[in-house]
Structure formats: C-alpha cells, structure tokens
Nanobody, 123 residues
Framework: QVQLVESGGGLVQSGGSLRLSCVASGRTFSRYAMGWFRQVPGREREFVAAIDWSGAITYSADSVKGRFTISRDNAKNRMFLQMNSLKPEDTAVYCC????????????????WGQGTQVTVSS
C-alpha cells in the first residue's frame, strides 16, 4: 500500500514556473514507477510524465516536452515535476500516481493515486 500527497500547486502567470512535489508513504517507494497526470473538469485525465523506479528512464507527453521535467529522490520518498514556461492550457488538477513495476503512461496502469494539487496559469 502506498499513500501519496501532492503539494506545490498554485496560481502563476503565463511563462512562469512551478515545482510540484509528491511524497509517498511506506518503505518500498523505490520499487514503484511513478507518474504525473492532470485533469480538467469535464475532460478525461491526461498523462503528463512518468519515471521508472531508478529515475533513469522518463517519458513525457508531447504537450509538455521541453517544458516539464520529472524526477525523483528515493532516499526522501519524493517525486517532483518541474514546470517551466507554463501556459494557460496547463491549468488543471495535477495528481501523482504509483505502480509496482515498470513505467506506465495510461491511467489504468496505476494502482495508487494522490488527491491532487491545483495549478492555475493566468494569461
């Protein structure tokens, strides 16, 4: 069982930056691949980025490539999403997720989810 809590969301102007954090409970964090997803009311949850257990393999959606960077610190049970050059269309609730095993890019791949943190980008 893994419990996830996100933080770092907020209101930022277009072109600005935010750094999201996801802290995980439990002693086996390093066994889990992790991901970030985002959701806007009325729309399907969207994959943002994922990282394998070691941090060596990452994958990002085309919409955020070159702007967002996913990373993790297994010693601190934390995962991060550095978001630069933010756009109004990045506005969403951002959730972190965990899965036991290899990297995944679909919502059904993940068994554990946080509650999310709101990111709002003003134009």
């Amino acid at each position: 069982q893994v419990q996830l809590v996100e933080s770092g969301g907020g209101l930022v102007q277009s072109g600005g930056s935010l750094r999201l954090s996801c802290v995980a409970s439990g002693r086996t964090f390093s066994r889990y691949a992790m991901g970030w997803f985002r959701q806007v009311p009325g729309r399907e949850r969207e994959f943002v980025a994922a990282i394998d257990w070691s941090g060596a393999i990452t994958y990002s959606a085309d919409s955020v490539k070159g702007r967002f960077t996913i990373s993790r610190d297994n010693a601190k049970n934390r995962m991060f999403l550095q978001m630069n050059s933010l756009k109004p269309e990045d506005t969403a609730v951002y959730c972190c997720a965990a899965r036991y095993g290899g990297i995944g890019i679909g919502s059904p791949d993940y068994a554990y989810w946080g509650q999310g943190t709101q990111v709002t980008v003003s134009s």
